[in-house]
């Protein structure tokens, strides 16, 4: 599996990113996991939410600069990747300002006694994601997660490479600590080591039959 930038016009392979190897994942996993157990699961509502608006305002303030990779990469009309990169922004400042709300405690209506359903992070999470959407993608779940206390792991589409990059720089940019997004160019073998680690605890898939 080859992760590269084939301009689609062209045809041109602009770019080729290396596979991490079985000894860089196990090392991503593993500060994942110490990053959600140590500090994102404890921090607050308002702090999780300030890091996603951040990373939304750099996105609407770098625009053009986060939409050019959409249309070299994928081939998405400019304007269209501006109008997808806006998106994206608004997918983050919206979770950020409603999942307190979204996920706070709800008082069930018993017979006899009390019942509440309570809503608590889970930890790592991994993202297999496609190519056509390339940042919205993304956004719809860092957006619920991260406010919701988890910390993910993405392994986005072999095709879209400077976008799955451009997006993990982001959340660091916006000041998320290490290991609380990370982006992972890996093989499906790969993802299968991933997936049956205890220590991730959700899959978020967008694929073919194969992926699956």
């Known amino acids: 599996m080859l992760y590269q930038t084939i301009n689609p016009y062209t045809e041109e392979t602009l770019k080729t990113f290396d596979l991490h190897s079985d000894a860089q994942l196990a090392s991503i996993v593993s500060k994942a996991d110490t990053t959600y157990k140590k500090d994102w699961r404890k921090k607050t509502y308002a702090q999780r939410a300030a890091i996603l608006h951040k990373a939304a305002e750099l996105m609407r303030h770098n625009r053009d600069a986060f939409a050019t990779p959409i249309t070299v990469e994928m081939g998405k009309l400019?304007?269209?990747?501006?109008?997808?990169?806006?998106?994206?922004?608004?997918?983050l400042d919206y979770y950020a300002d409603n999942a307190e709300k979204f996920l706070a405690p709800v008082d069930l209506k018993i017979d006899d006694g009390k019942a509440t359903i309570i809503s608590q992070p889970i930890g790592i999470v991994f993202c297999i994601e496609p190519w056509n959407f390339p940042y919205y993608q993304l956004a719809r779940v860092v957006g619920p997660n991260l406010m919701a206390g988890n910390v993910l792991i993405v392994k986005h589409a072999p095709g879209v490479p400077q976008c799955a990059v451009m997006f993990e720089d982001l959340l660091a940019d916006a000041g998320a600590p290490e290991g609380t997004y990370s982006n992972v160019f890996i093989t499906n073998e790969q993802s299968a080591t991933v997936v049956a680690d205890p220590r991730v605890r959700g899959v978020a898939l967008t694929g073919s039959n194969a992926r699956g």
Do not use: M
């Open 78 to 91: 400019f304007r269209e990747a501006q109008a997808e990169v806006d998106l994206s922004a608004d997918i």
